[in-house]
Antibody, heavy 120, light 110 residues
Framework: QVQLVQSGAEVKKPGASVKVSCKTS????????INWVRQAPGQGLEWMGW????????NYAQKLQGRVTLTRDTSTSTAYMDLRSLRSDDTAVYYC?????????????WGQGTMVTVSS | QSALTQPASVSGSPGQSITISCTGT?????????VSWYQQHPGKAPKLMIY???TRPSGVSNRFSGSKSGNTASLTISGLQAEDEADYYC??????????FGGGTRLTVL
């Protein structure tokens, strides 16, 4: 079955960087884009950006432009989210989510989430 | 890009119907038929319930339906069940090719 399995929880100091991985299986990786969504504790969902698994094209939320980089490795069917200059308000659960084959703006399969804690 | 506007909470009794609204602008909800709805239980990842305003993915109960009028999209859940108690989020494509979520609505089944 289709699965997105994310890397484990991270604890980082302010100013550091974090890289979260999202390993996919059960489908042709290059057929669907991957979105990244985060959720601060007790808060709502925030779309961070999208990467085409086919050609690596990206699109980022304006708020995170310059601090986030999305990449992918087609040889391992894995997507990555790199967030730099971490602040305390970056503390959140980070999810990867596949863009649906039926509608790219529908996120049909989600990873289990990765908790990133930013604390001094 | 501002978050779409959803009521913070709604409630209903088992068997009843409820509707959750999601208000945006002509640059997102009103301009495109790319509104999705997600259900999230505590501590779990979101689950896609509706996409392209009205379409249910395979496996989602037909008690869930979506609609849109102008800049406001709506999710209706009929025949409320205890398992429907969760947070619900709308999402829309936007004019600057990004995506935006609503603030979320907590559904309580009384």
């Amino acid at each position: 079955q289709v699965q997105l399995v994310q890397s484990g929880a991270e604890v980082k100091k302010p100013g550091a960087s974090v890289k979260v991985s999202c390993k996919t299986s059960g489908y042709t990786f290059t057929s669907n884009g991957i979105n990244w969504v985060r959720q601060a504790p007790g808060q709502g969902l925030e779309w961070m950006g999208w990467i085409s698994a086919y050609n690596g094209h990206t699109n980022y939320a304006q708020k995170l432009q310059g601090r986030v980089t999305l990449t992918r490795d087609t040889s391992t069917s894995t997507a990555y989210m790199d967030l730099r200059s971490l602040r305390s308000d970056d503390t959140a659960v980070y999810y990867c989510a596949r863009g649906s084959s039926f509608s790219p703006d529908a996120f049909d399969i989600w990873g289990q989430g990765t908790m990133v804690t930013v604390s001094s | 890009q501002s978050a779409l506007t959803q009521p913070a909470s709604v409630s209903g009794s088992p068997g009843q119907s409820i509707t959750i609204s999601c208000t945006g602008t002509s640059n997102d909800v009103g301009g495109y038929n790319y509104v999705s709805w997600y259900q999230q239980h505590p501590g779990k990842a979101p689950k896609l319930m509706i996409y392209d305003v009205t379409t249910r993915p395979s496996g989602v109960s037909n008690r869930f339906s979506g609609s849109k009028s102008g800049n406001t999209a709506s999710l209706t859940i009929s025949g409320l069940q205890a398992e429907d108690e969760a947070d619900y989020y709308c999402s829309s494509y936007t004019a600057d090719t990004t995506r935006v979520f609503g603030g979320g609505t907590r559904l309580t089944v009384l």
